[in-house]
DNA sequence: GGGCAGGTCTAAG
DNA sequence: CTTAGACCTGCC
């Protein structure tokens, strides 16, 4: 794997030799919700508290409002640098349907985000669409977050925490446009800020029982648990279903009217330690080209 | 305007 | 253990 080279300059950070990095392909293949596409083309996002915007040119990355400090405590790692996803590409490309996958999601990368955060995001996921929740989560940061600043006029906020959160009525909540979901981040927020559950430690547990855990907040079902644990648990043998996935899989692989049981051993039997990247270019595959469902 | 959306819960076989 | 139905709500 070739080396980025890391540089600065005011409030940039500069990355040379950035390979397999499209922000296109990462903003959009399902993992978060806190990045907009601005009108240079460039993404600016919310995450661990930060503001930061990101933009690439030919084989360099712009980072602006941040510092190489910054760069190399938090960005290297929730940008996956540390992943050679050449080595992933290879592998997953010996399967034939996963090969044409790749040609379309080639500079997808598996974000790594904060557990409690990716943990309610997904929760709010759950049976809706996306615009609301990405509104939703908004909302949310600006009534419940901290204010982290202002950043080409525009005020950000972070993240709430469960802290906050676990005072905050459920009718109060749904002023976020999260309907019935309320309840379970309620509910969520009670468990995580009393620490009756460590969601920062399940990394280390075993991805079958980090799902058992996981599974018990309210509101986190199967494919919500491997979602959490994909994009904030460093599980990449989690392979999350949600109904683009299943279309591309029942595509492809398996019968019509497979259990969502079997399609996931199936899966992870199949691409193994690399079932979760698998998912993400699958993910976006189905979604570009729109398989399985009726024309538009 | 009824149906659907990055599923989950619940009650019932 | 497997399977229908209900479910907030905003947008198509």
Redesign the pocket.
């Known amino acids: 794997m070739k080396e980025i080279i890391v540089s600065s300059s005011g409030d940039k950070v500069i990355i040379h030799n950035v390979k397999n990095f499209v922000p296109e392909h990462i903003f959009?293949?399902?993992?978060c919700f806190r990045w907009n596409k601005q009108p240079d083309g460039s993404y600016t996002g919310v995450a661990h508290s930060r503001v930061i915007n990101v933009k690439l040119e030919d084989d360099v990355l712009y980072l602006d409002n941040t510092n190489v400090e910054d760069f190399n405590n938090i960005w290297r790692e929730y940008f996956d640098f540390d992943t050679d996803y050449d080595e992933i590409k290879k592998d997953l490309s010996k399967d034939k349907v996963m090969s044409e996958a790749i040609k379309h999601g080639y500079g997808i990368r598996i974000l790594n985000q904060d557990p409690w955060e990716t943990l309610i995001s997904f929760i709010i996921?759950?049976?809706?669409?996306?615009?609301?929740i990405q509104?939703s989560i908004e909302s949310l940061s600006e009534r419940y977050g901290e204010l982290i600043g202002t950043y080409r006029d525009k005020k950000y906020y972070a993240f709430p925490k469960a802290e906050v959160l676990q005072s905050i009525r459920e009718e109060e909540l749904?002023k976020s446009?999260?309907?019935?979901?309320a309840n379970y981040i309620f509910n969520s927020s009670i468990i995580v800020a009393q620490k009756q559950m460590n969601i920062d430690n399940m990394e280390n547990l075993s991805t079958e029982k980090a799902r058992k855990e996981l599974?018990l907040?309210?509101?986190?079902?199967?494919?919500?648990?491997d979602?959490i644990m994909l994009f904030s648990m460093h599980k990449r043998d989690a392979f999350p279903i949600?109904?683009?996935v299943k279309r591309v899989m029942e595509h492809f692989y398996m019968p019509q009217k497979s259990?969502l049981?079997d399609m996931q051993s199936y899966s992870v039997e199949k691409f193994g330690a690399n079932a979760g990247f698998a998912q993400q270019y699958l993910f976006y595959y189905a979604r570009e080209l729109n398989i399985g469902?009726k024309k538009k």
Do not use: T
């Not at 446009?177 to 979901?181: K, P």
């Not at 907040?217 to 648990?225: E, I, L, M, Q, T």
């Open positions: 959009d293949c399902g993992q996921s759950a049976n809706n669409g996306i615009k609301r509104g749904m446009g999260v309907g019935y979901r599974m907040f309210a509101g986190v079902g199967p494919k919500v648990s979602c949600d109904v683009w259990k049981k469902k």
